[in-house]
């Protein structure tokens, strides 16, 4: 079964306005981390964000913000005031607890590509 | 300070050939993850280690092995290459083994096979 869910393949968002990704998780733990990463179409994987299962608060960075709502397992991003380097896939991701002192892969969901336009 | 560095960036192999991938992680991160990146695809896990130990590995077949050296460096083998082998590399680089440890990545290697 998919792990991760994002269903929103593609959008385009206009400079300077907020754009919200969708991202849905399927996990039986209690314990499990979220991850949302950026990838240009240089390639590399750029880590934006991290909530963890047990943080009571929604996780900021900078213009990045994740809207977790544990109950719906939905873990969206929020980037606010777009800019033309936005442009990217956007990856929502999530690591399991595999044992009491370990943890297991990071599982990746199909992506989501945002196109920033002037 | 650099971040996880990789290489070659790119390669071209023919099936049946064999390769091999090179990773050096953050300096003092420990643990060293590998995955495959088909286009179109989000990447998918192959193998972690953490203190030159196996601590994880995907589903993939027994021609993909890797180890991760004193120095925290690794190395991703691929043997008897597939069409299907082509994809982007990514290694990823983590303080340890601990809940909240963040993957930070490379740039990736290209493989196409030919």
């Known amino acids: 079964a998919q792990k991760i869910t994002q269903t929103q393949p593609g959008m385009f968002v206009q400079e300077k306005e907020a754009v919200t990704l969708d991202c849905t998780y399927d996990?039986?733990?209690?314990?499990?981390?979220l991850f949302w990463y950026k990838q240009p179409s240089s390639g590399e994987m750029i880590f934006l964000i991290y909530?963890?299962?047990?943080?009571?608060q929604n996780a900021t960075e900078g213009r990045y913000s994740l809207n977790f709502q544990k109950a719906r397992k939905s873990a969206n991003l929020v980037i606010s005031a777009s800019q033309l380097g936005d442009s990217a896939m956007y990856f929502c991701?999530?690591?399991?607890?595999?044992?009491?002192?370990?943890?297991?892969?990071?599982?990746f969901g199909a992506g989501t590509q945002v196109v920033v336009t002037p | 300070d650099a971040g996880v560095t990789q290489s070659p960036t790119h390669l071209i192999k023919t099936r049946g050939q064999q390769v091999t991938l090179r990773c050096s992680p953050i300096?003092?991160?420990?643990?060293v993850s590998w995955y495959q990146q088909v286009l179109g695809q989000g990447p998918q896990f192959i193998f972690q280690?953490?203190?030159?130990?196996?601590?994880g590995r995907g589903n993939f077949p027994d021609r993909f092995s890797a180890r991760q050296f004193p120095n925290y460096s690794s190395e991703l083998n691929v043997n008897a290459l597939l069409l299907g082998d082509s994809a982007l590399y990514l290694c990823?680089?983590?303080?340890?083994?601990?809940?909240?440890?963040?993957?930070?990545f490379g740039p990736g290697t290209r493989l196409l096979v030919l």
């Open positions: 990823a680089s983590s303080l340890g083994w601990g809940s909240q440890e963040t993957q930070y």
């Open positions: 991701a999530m690591r399991e607890r595999k044992t009491t002192d370990s943890w297991g892969k990071l599982q």
């Open positions: 280690y953490y203190e030159k130990e196996e601590r």
């Open positions: 996990t039986s733990d209690q314990s499990y981390g």
């Open positions: 909530q963890g299962s047990y943080d009571e």
């Open positions: 300096s003092g991160h420990k643990s």
